[in-house]
């Protein structure tokens, strides 16, 4: 389903840029729409101009490179036509997607990305000293994004001349179908 978003605005009507399964649902995800052009354009609504417009969804396309997840447009055919004319600001918004390498692809496609994402399992995990041994199992479709295994911790450093404190850092690590992954674990020595 792709029907929780806003028709007034653009952004996170359900707070999240993810699919998601709603209460109540067993096997539904729900992928919420996050740009329309109607919202955008209309009068009524936020009754913006192209330049405005560009300028919202760029501000929108920003949350999304920094926080990951999925962007759902939803541009009427209608809307490129002459009665409309919102052909520039979908024409840049598509050039932005290409720019920053995104899988433009349809709601199924996405949801189905998403679900095979919502079963990779951990089959084995060995943890040593400096390192941790990862076995995950994945079944994401050939063609189709990959994944990664984002790594958080908080480790002490020092500041010239200052007390330790605590510096979050994350790591990425490629995820594919059965491999091992072989995670290093930074220790504060590491980052002298």
Same mark, same amino acid.
């Given at each position: 389903?792709? *029907?929780?978003? $806003? &028709? ?9 840029? %993810?699919?998601?399964? =709603? ?12 740009? %329309?052009?109607? @919202? ?9 101009? &192209? ?7 760029? %501000?929108?396309?920003?949350?999304? +490179? ?5 962007? *759902? /447009?939803?541009?009427?055919?209608? !809307?490129?036509? =002459?009665?409309?004319?919102? *052909?520039? #600001? $979908? ?6 997607? %290409? ?11 996405? /949801? ?11 089959? &084995? ?18 063609? +189709? #994004?990959?994944?990664?295994?984002? *790594?958080? $911790?908080?480790?002490? $450093?020092?500041? /010239? ?6 510096? @979050?850092? !994350? ?5 594919? &179908? ?9 220790? =504060?020595? !590491?980052?002298?």
């Amino acid at each position: 389903d792709s *029907t929780s978003g $806003y &028709n007034d605005a653009i952004g996170f009507k359900a707070g999240t840029t %993810q699919a998601f399964r =709603p209460p109540g649902a067993s096997k539904l995800l729900e992928l919420p729409v996050n740009i %329309q052009d109607t @919202a955008l354009f209309f009068g009524s609504r936020m009754g913006l101009n &192209n330049k405005e417009a560009s300028a919202a969804v760029k %501000q929108l396309l920003t949350h999304y +490179k920094a926080n990951g997840g999925a962007v *759902t /447009v939803n541009w009427h055919q209608r !809307s490129l036509g =002459p009665e409309r004319l919102w *052909t520039e #600001p $979908y024409l840049a918004l598509l050039e932005s997607f %290409q720019k920053d390498g995104a899988w433009v692809t349809s709601a199924k496609n996405a /949801v189905d990305w998403f679900a095979a994402r919502r079963r990779i399992a951990f089959e &084995n995990v060995e943890i040593r000293k400096a390192s941790v041994r990862v076995k995950l199992k994945s079944d994401l479709p050939i063609g +189709k #994004p990959g994944l990664c295994l984002r *790594t958080h $911790y908080a480790s002490p $450093y020092r500041e /010239v001349n200052g007390p330790a404190r605590p510096r @979050a850092a !994350s790591f990425d690590f490629a995820i594919r &179908n059965g491999q091992d992954l072989n995670l290093f674990i930074p220790t =504060p020595e !590491s980052h002298n």
